[in-house]
C-alpha cells in the first residue's frame, strides 16, 4: 500500500508560496505561531535556534519577504520616517535621500521618500500620502520662501510628527539643517577677489528661500571686501531647470555685453550651463591671464568635476546634513515615547569647504 503522508519538511516543499500572501499564511506555512514568526524578522536571534533554522528554511523554500508597510501600518507608533525633496533630478537632493535611507535602516526605520517636483500643489499631496502611511516623522526640503508664508499643509503636519526641514527654510522659527550660505558664498567670494576681478552673482531662481539667503550672502560677502555688488538681471525663467536657466541667461548677458569677467552663479548647474554658452559664444574660461571669462558656482555637483573646464565651487558635507538632520528626528522621537516636550527648533547651518579647479 503506498504511504502517501509526508514529513513536515517536505509538506512545506509541496505547499508552494502561491498562497503565502500574509505573515498569518507564512506562518502557517511554517508551521509557527505568528508572534514567533514576527518576532524573527524583527529580530532573527530573539528566538529558538530551531525556530529559526525552521523559518529560514521556509523562507528559502517560499520566497517570502513580510510587507513591512503593512506590518507598520498596525501599530500606534510605526517604523516608517517620510522624505519629500523638490526634485529627484538634483544630484544633491538624491544624495541626500541615499544618505538618510541609509542611516534609517542602521536605525531600524524604512524611509518613504516623495518628490513635489517643485510645486506646492503637489508638495501637499505627498505631505497627504505620507500622513496615510502613519509616518513616524520626516525630514522634508520644502519648496517656497519663508517670507511667503509656506505652505500650511506642513504646519499641519508638525502637528501631526516631528517634521525636521533640510536647506531650505519655510517659516522663521522651524528646524533647519542646511549648508550656511553667508560662509560658503563668503569663502567663495574672497578667493575670487584674492584673484582676480570682483565677481558678478548670477542668482538662482527665486524659486526658494534658498535663492534668496545666497543672494544675499554674496551681497554681504562684497560688502565685506569693499565692492560694490554686481547682480546680474537673467532669465525671468521659474523653474527648476538649472541648466537651461543658466544657459538662456548667459546667452542674454553675452548678447547684452558683459559686466567684468568673472562670474559667480548662485550653484553649479546654473554654472554648468554658464559654461555651455561660453564655448558656444566662443569664450575661453579658466584662471589663466589668457582666458576670457572665470566662472565658478556653489554645491559641488557630482558632474562639476567632469566640466570643461572642470569647476570651481563650493562643496556642501550632504552625510554630515543627513546625519544631523536624523539625530534630530530621532532625539525627538524619543523624547515624545518618554513623555517629554522637546520641540523641533533652531537653526543647524554647516559650513562650506572651497574646492578650487580650473575654471576660476
Keep these: 500500500m503506498a504511504n502517501n503522508t509526508s514529513s513536515g519538511a517536505d509538506d512545506q516543499?509541496?505547499?508552494?508560496?502561491?498562497?503565502?500572501?500574509?505573515?498569518?499564511?507564512?506562518?502557517?506555512?511554517?508551521?509557527?505561531?505568528?508572534?514567533?514568526?514576527?518576532?524573527?524578522?524583527?529580530?532573527?536571534?530573539s528566538v529558538r535556534a530551531t525556530s529559526r533554522l525552521r523559518i529560514e528554511a521556509?523562507?528559502?523554500?517560499?520566497?517570502?519577504?513580510?510587507?513591512?508597510?503593512?506590518?507598520?501600518?498596525?501599530r500606534?507608533?510605526?517604523?516608517?520616517?517620510?522624505?519629500i525633496v523638490p526634485t529627484t533630478i538634483d544630484p544633491f537632493y538624491m544624495e541626500l535621500v541615499r544618505c538618510l535611507e541609509e542611516i534609517a535602516n542602521r536605525l531600524g526605520y524604512f524611509a518613504f521618500a516623495l518628490s513635489s517636483n517643485g510645486e506646492t500643489q503637489l508638495e501637499s499631496e505627498a505631505i497627504s500620502r505620507l500622513e496615510s502611511l502613519n509616518i513616524a516623522g520626516a525630514i522634508v526640503i520644502p519648496v517656497g520662501a519663508s517670507h511667503r508664508g509656506g505652505n500650511a499643509r506642513l504646519n499641519a503636519l508638525e502637528k501631526r510628527c516631528p517634521v525636521?526641514?533640510?536647506?531650505?527654510?519655510?517659516?522663521?522659527?522651524?528646524?533647519?539643517?542646511?549648508?550656511?550660505?553667508?560662509?560658503?558664498?563668503?569663502?567663495?567670494?574672497?578667493?575670487?577677489?584674492?584673484?582676480?576681478h570682483p565677481?558678478?552673482?548670477?542668482?538662482?531662481?527665486?524659486i526658494n528661500q534658498n535663492a534668496f539667503d545666497r543672494l544675499a550672502a554674496y551681497e554681504d560677502a562684497m560688502a565685506k571686501v569693499r565692492e560694490p555688488a554686481r547682480i546680474l538681471?537673467?532669465?525671468?525663467?521659474?523653474?527648476?531647470?538649472?541648466?537651461?536657466?543658466?544657459?538662456?541667461?548667459?546667452?542674454?548677458?553675452?548678447?547684452?555685453?558683459?559686466?567684468?569677467?568673472?562670474i559667480l552663479c548662485a550653484n553649479d548647474r546654473i554654472a554648468?550651463?554658464?559654461?555651455?554658452?561660453?564655448w558656444e559664444t566662443g569664450l575661453s574660461v579658466g584662471r589663466g591671464e589668457e582666458a576670457d571669462l572665470r566662472v565658478a558656482g556653489h554645491d559641488d555637483h557630482p558632474f562639476s568635476r567632469y566640466a570643461c573646464p572642470?569647476?570651481?565651487t563650493v562643496s556642501q558635507d550632504v552625510s554630515q546634513i543627513a546625519r544631523q538632520a536624523m539625530n534630530r528626528l530621532m532625539a525627538t522621537l524619543e523624547s515624545s515615547v518618554e513623555g517629554g516636550g522637546c520641540p523641533l527648533t533652531g537653526v543647524s547651518l554647516l559650513p562650506g569647504k572651497l574646492v578650487v579647479r580650473d575654471s576660476a
Excluded at 13 to 41: C, Q, Y
Excluded at 76 to 83: A, K, Q
Design 58 to 74: 521556509a523562507i528559502e523554500a517560499s520566497g517570502f519577504t513580510p510587507s513591512l508597510l503593512a506590518s507598520n501600518l498596525k
Design 13 to 45: 516543499t509541496v505547499r508552494t508560496a502561491d498562497n503565502i500572501h500574509t505573515m498569518e499564511d507564512f506562518a502557517a506555512f511554517v508551521g509557527l505561531s505568528r508572534p514567533t514568526v514576527s518576532k524573527f524578522f524583527k529580530d532573527p536571534e
Design 272 to 278: 554648468l550651463g554658464v559654461l555651455l554658452a561660453a
Design 233 to 262: 538681471e537673467a532669465s525671468d525663467a521659474n523653474s527648476w531647470d538649472f541648466e537651461k536657466y543658466g544657459h538662456e541667461s548667459a546667452m542674454q548677458l553675452s548678447r547684452q555685453g558683459m559686466v567684468g569677467n568673472t
Design 199 to 206: 565677481p558678478c552673482f548670477l542668482p538662482m531662481p527665486y
Design 76 to 83: 500606534d507608533r510605526t517604523r516608517i520616517l517620510g522624505i
Design 164 to 196: 525636521v526641514y533640510v536647506d531650505n527654510l519655510p517659516y522663521q522659527g522651524a528646524s533647519l539643517v542646511g549648508t550656511d550660505n553667508t560662509q560658503s558664498i563668503g569663502v567663495m567670494v574672497e578667493y575670487l577677489c584674492q584673484t582676480g
Design 310 to 312: 572642470p569647476l570651481t
